[in-house]
């Protein structure tokens, strides 16, 4: 049992990544204002607009105008869920830091339920989805995804556990030190360690607006924590081509006793044929593996050449409420 740390925290820090949400946004402003008095500590929310084409921005600038507690910037370009919520992580000045949706799926109101856990003595608390309202197949692919990335890395990935969490200053700090691009927090907040809690909740329907988080986005941020945390899928290639080889000498033993024992293989309907359609599908079959292992390999070597350019992880256009801005890790 951990001792209780904190009776009053000092300060936390609400990060919300924004992309296209002029929709929500009013609603979103209004619940966090209902439930902020309830956290019993000084707060700041600092919003990340990450190159929206609508009136996101606009909007976070007149809420960070009307409340104090309010700040905001905005990307030059979209450059990525992950990163906008990197970016928050990097100006967060409290001393815990929660992560939540800008679509409400994530409640505001559990917020008070992740402090509750932080003050108790845990360093980051994850919120776990009971109940998801998403269509039928995204649920069942999410659901495969988490069980397949528990069972590929080393670290204990929690399952069906999103961005929303809370975390301690002192994870924040080593998050934002880590200096990789192709980032998955969820990843990295289980690989930093420290202790570990998780709050249950319904994650709830989008409150207005479309997803911005299409069907591509969620394939690359399922590669990218594959990738990033695993090698199990290199060793799986290494394993198929000892296996299509294991095969391949199979068959050239069956073929060479078809040559030898033809009689034989003939009374029991195996008798040697012309051999084409079979050497047509071991090539194309062996081309298909090929092209796998290759598709594998790209995966990380791509992931290689992109950290070697050096490039900032995001570049801002405007802010509101906030100091000039640190310089972006390169």
């Known amino acids: 049992m951990l001792a209780f740390r904190r009776q009053v925290a000092e300060k936390i820090s609400i990060v919300v990544p924004c992309y296209n949400e002029e929709a929500v946004l009013p609603m979103l402003f209004a619940r966090l204002h209902a439930v902020a008095p309830t956290w019993g500590t000084d707060y700041e929310i600092i919003c990340v607009d990450d190159g929206s084409r609508d009136l996101t921005w606009q909007k976070l600038q007149a809420q960070c105008q009307q409340d104090p507690h309010w700040r905001a910037f905005s990307f030059a370009r979209n450059f990525g869920h992950q ?84 975390l301690d200053k002192r994870v924040v700090a080593v998050i934002n030190a880590l200096p990789e691009r192709s980032r998955y927090l969820r990843g990295l907040r289980t690989w930093c360690g420290f202790r570990q809690a998780s709050v249950e909740f319904d994650r709830a329907e989008r409150a207005a607006g479309v997803p911005q988080y299409t069907f591509k986005k969620s394939f690359k941020l399922a590669m990218d924590g594959l990738f990033s945390f695993s090698a199990v899928p ?7 081509g000892l296996w299509v080889s294991g095969f391949a000498f199979l068959g050239v033993v069956f073929t060479l006793a078809q040559k030898l024992f033809a ?68």
């Open 83 to 166: 990163t906008a919520v990197s970016a928050g992580l990097h100006f967060a000045s409290g001393d815990a830091v929660v992560v939540i949706d800008a679509d409400l799926q994530d409640p505001p109101e559990q917020v008070a339920s992740l402090l509750a856990k932080w003050r108790a003595g845990f360093e980051v608390v994850f919120a776990t989805r009971k109940q998801r309202q998403d269509p039928f197949v995204k649920r069942v692919l999410a659901w495969g995804f988490y069980r397949l990335l528990q069972k590929m890395t080393p670290l204990p990935m929690a399952r069906d556990a999103g961005d929303f969490c809370l």
């Open 234 to 240: 290199l060793r799986l290639a290494t394993y198929l």
């Open 263 to 330: 009689a034989k293989f003939a009374r029991i309907g195996l008798e040697p044929g012309a051999g084409f359609p079979t050497i047509v599908i071991s090539v194309l079959f062996l081309g298909g593996v090929q092209l796998i292992c290759l598709g594998i390999l790209g995966e990380y070597i791509g992931r290689i050449y992109d950290e070697v350019k050096g490039r900032p992880l995001w570049i801002i256009r405007d802010r509101a409420g906030l100091t000039p801005p640190p310089p972006p890790p390169g």
